[in-house]
């Protein structure tokens, strides 16, 4: 279960988004919709424990959050297999052997990453949150540049194996993921030019 | 053997190291020869 | 045929085959016959006594040093000029030989030094450059290794030998201009001034041939072993893509 | 924290050997000294100990940007500091596989470079001991700086001029340490002291590199 | 071109000061030799010449990974080859900026770190030329040094390998022509020789760093 | 005109794609289609020129042709007029006024690259398209984590401004951007496991 109440965030000592509130319990996702630059990164930062809140609370287990973004924590000098292991390894958790399926990895386990196309490094990336086995997920923008094939793979993953397993998650994307969840328009919650907070708060 | 006086160390040491280093020069490169030579034999008999 | 077709890979393995235990015999008897007429059968120098034996080494190994180079020098340009694959692939195999005979040279010029001039190094220029061409040798091996795409490697070691070799002799006369040195001038040339005496000069060219022979066979046999890594790593990327 | 160690050591010797070059560059700015100072034996042997210190810590500088750099530019940084993993053991591992691909080796080859140098004969297991007791707090310091300059970019020159101070007293002891063995005088002084910042490094400073990284990864 | 001297000068100032930390590079180790081999006076002098010509070859040597890393890495280095710039152009920029930023400064303080050192009087004016007519080749050189480990993943230390040898011959007439000046000896030779290395270089290299970097952008 | 003839391109020294031939007139788009992996990019790179082909000819001008993918060679110490004003030079071009509003970056100006979100930082990219003056654009994903608002701003500009105007698109993209052009499935061209060429041609 994630609660989420009236935080607000900012990046570069700006607010972005203020108050925002949801609630997530367990094996449902959310999906985080808003234009560019509105602040989606900035907020799934913020609830990842990535950055400070400048408000409002997060109320679930730190130990059950994990953020995933472009930059996946993926080695380009490592084979795909030592990649995951290595995540595993850092979590206390075995590899899955489910994972190589889920993924549609099976072909690659010893390519080394550097080698492997843009989708076929996404689709590594993603594996990884199918190893480290937290509750509670942060995506941003899971599926770039993942073929239609890939994305449907990726949604079946968090339906069936995440989510079934009472996991959460929440989601920010442009593209139409195929699952079935409740979105939240983010455009709303834009900070107000004069809210207060932030580093300068002092200096206003 | 002949008697090489004084400078025996050395001049035994000369042959030592070099000849050594030698030996090392050419049991590597007969080891990586020897294990290539089987693994492209096994790849090529495999496929 | 043009000469040119040795140069093909299949082609190359099929003529080094039969030809190299006989570079390998005769660079095993030209040395057994050099290293022991010249250990066991050669009188004592007046001035620098046992020592002198050091020579059959020292003079082989510094002399195969600088020629390696020159070797790695020609396989850079025709690859660079004609792309064979071999002579590129001739050129890797090649430099950790020559990496070997300079250590050679330095060590047993440095064991000399120790009774001739009373120190192990110093820097004299001919010992200089040598270190420095021992750099060279380290850089270009982790170049190559360092490069996962063998033709690129291949492309950029070739650049780097070519470089390497301007500011090579560049830094010899840097070095000669920086210190006067303690080493011997060439004592191989025929002016029958400099010349070292007859009893130690036949020895001594069995072992420079012998030295040639064995780097001859050695470069084949490595260049043979890369041949095959490189055959290893086509069919496992097929196999791979399989 | 074994499984990160083993990661950094196995990503040290795949991107281009990480063991040999650091190494390298020890080798090669030995070799550069006789070149700047000339060939003179007896000056060399005088410089010689401060400049085998020197080199060394160099060598360990220049690797330094390296230790958390790749991690932070690919996220993983991020994500291990999310992850059940202590951050300070964390710290602590890397600096361990920093000194194991620079540290080490270079203390392994210092005796033959010495050589190069003319190093008084006396000097050599001084300069053994006091490289095998002062390096691995090279490693720490520089950890720490690294930690420090994470976030920015292409912070290694940045890091070179924080840390270059931290290392003045680990320098000062070890160059002293092999004087004091050339000359033939009493180095247990130098040694000791070289000791005890190495101790103490390794027991304060994983917990300010943990704490500096956490406040660059906000 | 211009416009690509005027971006990697404004970029090393932004991306926190390349220029002063080269310098401040150059000051740290000229600061820490005297630690390194003790404070005799006589010592000191003599070691000087060799000792700023060697720090300024490593403050050089130290930037020259970013020279083209941060551009290959964000796809510039493949967007200008293909523009209509020459590479060969694009090469004699780099380096120059390179020079602007680390050589050139560097060459206007030496002087005053040579006084640390205690540096003969009379060496001072050899100093100065020496570092203006040789820093450019020590640019230019680690440009083409940077071209050929362009593609590896943090090629940073092969670098400093494969470069070095290549700056002996620069080094040596550099630091010759101090210490001759020092010692009241005539210099001219060693000037000359340098200013021809640096002729060289910048005449040849360019196309080289080009070819270099035509191949590993393939 | 952009005639491709029969090339085959390679990717780690492997033949990837075999005998690709496709014609493209002036004012028109391809859009290249396939699953993740099949080659895409590594065909947008060999036609543009940054990497040589096994085989086959591309029949255009080179210095027509520009290639464009996520690494877009924005420095993100500088600010985006600075950015654009810098590829301007190196083409000779002038920076065109109506390049701010096609991209949306009027109120972006004079931020510092680093600061932009995701989507804004790839509208920069896509601005510097508008800023060299190329005829013949080859584009890799051009619009990941673009907004839908943002990509529809992007198919005007191609359309309006750059097709319109006598030039070319080549585009690989898993999404729809909404212009019309005709697609070409590169799945059928996957090279044949036996094919000569490649680097280890001469070792097979
Ligand atoms: C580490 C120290 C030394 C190094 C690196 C070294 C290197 C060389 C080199 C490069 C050559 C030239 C071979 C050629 O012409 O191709 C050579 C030749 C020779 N060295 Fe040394 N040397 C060293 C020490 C010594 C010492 C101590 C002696 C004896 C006192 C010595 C005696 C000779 C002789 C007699 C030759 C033959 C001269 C000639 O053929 O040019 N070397 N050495
Ligand atoms: N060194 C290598 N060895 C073997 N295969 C490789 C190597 N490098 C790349 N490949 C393969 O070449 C293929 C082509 O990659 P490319 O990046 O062109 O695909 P793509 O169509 O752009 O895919 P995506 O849609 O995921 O971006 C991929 O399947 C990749 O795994
Ligand atoms: N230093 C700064 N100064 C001013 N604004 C900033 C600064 N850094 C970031 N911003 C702005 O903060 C906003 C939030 O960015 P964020 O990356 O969270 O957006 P996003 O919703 O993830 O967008 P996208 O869909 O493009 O990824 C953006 O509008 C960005 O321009
Ligand atoms: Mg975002
Ligand atoms: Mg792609």
Redesign the interface.
Known sequence: MLRVTDVTCARGGIPVLSEVSFDVTASKALILRGPNGIGKTTLLRTL?????ALGGDVDAD??D???A???????T??SVT?NLK??A????NPVPDTIWEAFDLADLQDRIAGTLSAGQKRRLGLARLGV?GRKILFLDEPTVSLDGFSVKLFAKWLQDTHLAGGGIAVIATHIDLGIDAPELDLTPFKADLNIGGGADEAFL | MPDLGKYAVEVLAAYGVSLGLLAVLIVLSWRRSVRMRAALERIENNG | MSFWEYANPKKFMGWTAPVLPYVFGAAALCLTVGLIWGFFFTPDDFRQGSTVKIIYLHVPAATMATGTWFMMLAASLIWVVRRHHVSALAARAAAPIGLTMTLIGLLTGAIWGQPMWG??????PRL?SF?ILF?FY?GYI?MW??IEDPDTAADLTSVLCMVGSVFAILSRYAVNF??QGLHQGASLSLDAEEHVSDVFWQPLVICIVGFVLLFVGLVLMRTRTEIRARRIRALEARARRA | MI??LL?DL??AV?????F???L??F???I?????????Q?D?LT??A???L??AS??AAL??LD?IFA??F????L????????PLEGAALMKALAHWITTGLPLTIVAPALG??L?LAPEAYSYLLLSLLLGTPALSMIGTFGAALTVG???????L??LV??L??PT??FG?EAV?RGADGLDATGALILLGTITAGCFALLPFATAATLRMN??
Request: glycine letters at 12%; proline letters at 5%.
């Open positions: 990842a424990g990535l950055q400070p730190v130990d959050l994990a953020y973004s472009h930059a996946d924590g993926i080695k000098a490592l030592e290595f995540w390894d850092i979590y206390g480290i | 120190t192990y190094w110093a820097w004299d200089t270190l750099l380290l982790a290794e360092a920086w210190n | 499984a990160l990661r196995r990503l795949r991107a281009g050997g990480g040999g070059l650091g390298a560059f080798l090669i700015v070799i550069l000294v006789p070149f700047g100072v000339g060939p034996v000056l005088r410089i100990p401060g400049i210190w020197i810590l160099l220049l690797s390296r790749l991690d530019e690919d996220g993983s991020g994500l291990l500091a999310t992850s059940p993993l050589f190069l003319s920015l970019r292409r912070g290694g020159l940045l070179s001029l270059l101070p290392y003045v320098l000062i160059a004087r990864l906000r």
